[in-house]
């Protein structure tokens, strides 16, 4: 059974950083990208970034520059390093397993297992 944890969500003022983490079990951690998404209240769920099996990071324009993605697979992790926040970033954020493409991108279809989500919240 594939489980995703996410961690490190919390409340922060504009301009500051969060880390979050996405533990993963239940599979072979190394052997798929992975994707982290957001969903802001009263807005459809976006692809906020991702990481290919190889450590490449992909980023929505509306975070790159800002947001890093990187990745231990010793330690079965992904992480979402969050800086310069804005109120904008508020939202519910979920890693997710691609099972398909090598790349990570925007399209849900890709991803097969998904976490519970771990609020973020920026004020201004």
């Known amino acids: 059974q594939v489980t995703l944890v996410e961690s490190g969500g919390g409340l922060v003022q504009a301009g500051g950083s969060l880390r979050l983490s996405c533990a993963a079990s239940g599979l072979t951690f190394s052997r798929h990208a992975m994707g982290w998404f957001r969903q802001a209240p009263g807005k459809s769920r976006e692809f906020a970034g991702g990481?290919?099996?190889?450590?490449?990071?992909t980023y929505a324009d509306s975070v790159k520059g800002r947001f890093t993605i990187s990745r231990d697979n010793a330690k079965n992790t992904v992480y979402l390093q969050m800086n310069s926040l804005k109120p904008e970033d508020t939202a519910v954020y979920y890693c997710?397993?691609?099972?398909?493409?090598?790349?990570?991108?925007?399209?849900?279809?890709?991803?097969?297992?998904w976490g519970q989500g771990t609020q973020v919240t920026v004020s201004s």
């Open positions: 990481i290919s099996r190889s450590g490449m990071s």
């Open positions: 997710a397993v691609d099972h398909l493409a090598a790349i990570p991108g925007p399209d849900e279809a890709y991803y097969g297992y």
